[in-house]
């Protein structure tokens, strides 16, 4: 049974920063795309960051290039997403999610999610 689990989820003022953390098991972690999505009420689900299995190739969107940085320890099957320069529209619940390298686009593992609460 595939499980993700998010933490450190929290809530912090405009400005501040936080570090998402995601512990992988029953899978074959470093074979794995990961990403970190986030949603919140009335918005879309977005795809904030994206890492490759090697860990080499990394993805951010435009709404968080520079501030956000997604990164993994395959050893601990762990995914990170440090969250810097936090502003109020960042507040969402964020998710990891895990796609295997022979699905082009579908994320078929997904986490409970994390909520990231920043005020101004």
């Known amino acids: 049974q595939v499980l993700l689990q998010e933490s450190g989820g929290d809530s912090v003022q405009a400005g501040g920063s936080l570090r998402l953390s995601c512990a992988a098991s029953?899978?074959?972690?470093?074979?794995?795309?990961m990403a970190w999505f986030r949603h919140s009420p009335g918005k879309e689900c977005e795809r904030v960051a994206a890492?490759?299995?090697?860990?080499?190739?990394?993805y951010s969107a435009d709404s968080v290039k520079g501030r956000f940085t997604i990164s993994r320890q395959n050893a601990k099957n762990m995914l990170y997403l440090q969250m810097n320069s936090l502003q109020p529209e960042d507040t969402a619940m964020y998710y990891c999610a895990a796609r295997p390298p022979w699905v082009a686009t579908d994320y078929a593992y997904w986490g409970q999610g994390t909520q990231v609460t920043v005020s101004s």
């Open positions: 890492i490759s299995g090697s860990g080499r190739a990394t």
């Open positions: 029953g899978l074959n972690f470093e074979i794995y795309n």
